[in-house]
């Protein structure tokens, strides 16, 4: 099995920085769109997606497939993702490992479920399901969250490398994320990423969050903090080249210090790099 | 527990909030090292309410500058209280806000507030609405004379006929622009029509007769149809001239997308 080759370093797609986008081409290797933005009947944001399409790769990344709701998988639903799929030809489709939905009710949130057999199978075979419908390979992306059941019987990366390789899927690796929640629930964020398996890693998020003194909220409305970029260069150091971008939707800086950020990140790969070429020889 | 039950008992108790006593959710959950349990839940319950009222104040940006932060937080409030979003789309969630106001004693009496509510959600509407190209003035010529009255039309789908208070589009630009707004008047009427232009949702107030000849055409009546009602409510001899003066402004603004004849 093989993962997509690395698109290199990416921004979200946010409307906000359209203009900045369409007028000075900046130096953003891909963008990432959330897929529901654009699954609206027609006019503006679809002729700029496409115009941007023109010059970047894109990729899809939803936030309500629901993959682990106990509610029927939502082929209409799946049927518009399709077909925003076959407009934009995106380089990968991509959700969460999280359900927002049940009993036809809609949070709007990314929720958390018990790390049980019972859950793995139901995810495990939804994602395949998924997948035959969409006719690829999807990226599953590890959540941030902020319950822990008592009937979990695994740990979330135990969990996560079972989906994986079960559903036959591919994923993307939250290091925020990660971070987030090994804060919340007191697991070490570097042990997770060593445990995943890197044949199945083939994109990488980051992003900066809120801080209390009990809990951290993945609020992307701040800076990547500097625990997260060290997680980063961990994560490129034991998955080598692979798709990586930032993710910001609140509190939106000028682009360039998107920008700046996104250059850091290009740095921290930079060295990851010679440390694992040096190791490799 | 089974995932279900689970999940039925998470959302129950996000929708009732930690206050209700509603939350049974937390025997299933776990303390963490830091903190207990109710406290970290609360972080789902407090980010599903700030969650809906954001889509709501980001859609109705200006209903809520009109009513101030108060009285449009306490709409939000009562809004979000109706009930869960059956809409998977964030885009849509907030699209019942102006039917709730004109149903609701409360807000049902302020009819300024309403008709702004009904007015921004149908630019919105317009703005994203499906595509269609316009059709060239030229098509109108192509057609021979003799086959006018039998002509039927075709509009672009962001096309919307609103009937408002007198001067609630005005009170719009006004607010959208930062200006001083002048009241619109509840007890006086205007119709405005609204449609997308250049990718842009544009709009302008029409008259009574065009809103009769519009609302006709949209309903696929052919334009001899549209004549003979407009003569009939107006009694008018120059009215053929100003029947074809609104069809060659709809071509003008780009609102027709097809024309045919009708059998
Ligand atoms: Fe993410």
Known sequence: MSIPSSLGFGLGLRSIYYPDILEHEPNVDWFEIISENYMIPGGRPLAILECIRADYPIV??????????????????????????????PAWISDHLAWTVVHGANLHDLLPIPYTREALDHVVDRIRRVQD???????VENASTYATF???????????TEMAERADCLLLLDVNNIFVSGFNHGFDAESFIESIPIARVAQLHLAGHGSYETHKIDTHDQPVCEEVWRLYERARLRFGDISAMIERDDNYPPFDELLAELEHMREIARTADDVRSRSAT | MTLREIQERFQTSVLAGLASGQAAILDSLRDSPRTDRATLFAVYVDAYRLRLAEFVSTDFAVLRDYMGDEAFGSLVEQYIATGPSHHRNARWYASRLPEFMRESAQWRSDRAACDLALFEKGLADAFDSVDAPALAIDALAAAEPDDWPRLVFEFHPSVAVLDLAKGVARLYSALSDGGEAERADPDDDETILLWRRDDEPVYREIAADERLALIEARAAKSFGDICTLLEFQNNDETLLQRAAGFLAQWFADGIVTKISLST
């Open chain 1, 60 to 89: 899809m990344h939803g936030v309500s497939m629901s993959l682990a709701s106990s509610d029927p998988l939502d082929y209409a639903y799946l049927r518009e993702l399709k077909s925003l799929a076959e407009r934009i030809e």
């Open chain 1, 150 to 160: 008592q009937d979990s019987e695994m740990e979330e990366w135990e969990f996560v």
């Open chain 1, 133 to 139: 419908f969409l006719g690829r390979r999807l990226l």
